[in-house]
């Protein structure tokens, strides 16, 4: 079993940044990927960008350029860059790890509002 707790969230406004971090219970080197899914009001949960175990990066058309994945093995952590924020990212990013065989984890969310 793996908890995952995600950090950062918050307010900020139109273009500005922020930086989630994604801290698990134990090693995730062994995840098949770590990723980052965001769910706003109304509608389904999507998946933002993920990280493999290889360090092979993908992301939702939507936050290219714009997002940024990464994975610091040793401290069990996952990141997510956020630049140039848009009104449409508002909404609840979770934290996912995929072990395979069916496995997978997931945050408890944090909330990221985009808004003037």
């Known amino acids: 079993q793996v908890q995952l707790v995600e950090s950062g969230g918050g307010l900020v406004q139109p273009g500005g940044s922020l930086r989630l971090s994604c801290a698990a219970s134990r090693s995730i080197f062994s995840m098949n990927t770590m990723g980052w899914y965001r769910q706003a009001p109304g509608k389904e949960r999507e998946l933002v960008a993920h990280i493999t175990r290889f360090g092979s990066r993908y992301y939702a058309d939507s936050v290219k350029g714009r997002f940024t994945i990464s994975r610091d093995n040793a401290n069990n952590t996952v990141y997510l860059q956020m630049n140039s924020l848009k009104p449409e990212d508002t909404a609840v990013y979770y934290c996912?790890?995929?072990?395979?065989?069916?496995?997978?984890?997931w945050g408890q969310g944090t909330q990221v509002t985009v808004s003037s």
């Open positions: 996912n790890g995929d072990a395979g065989l069916g496995l997978r984890y």
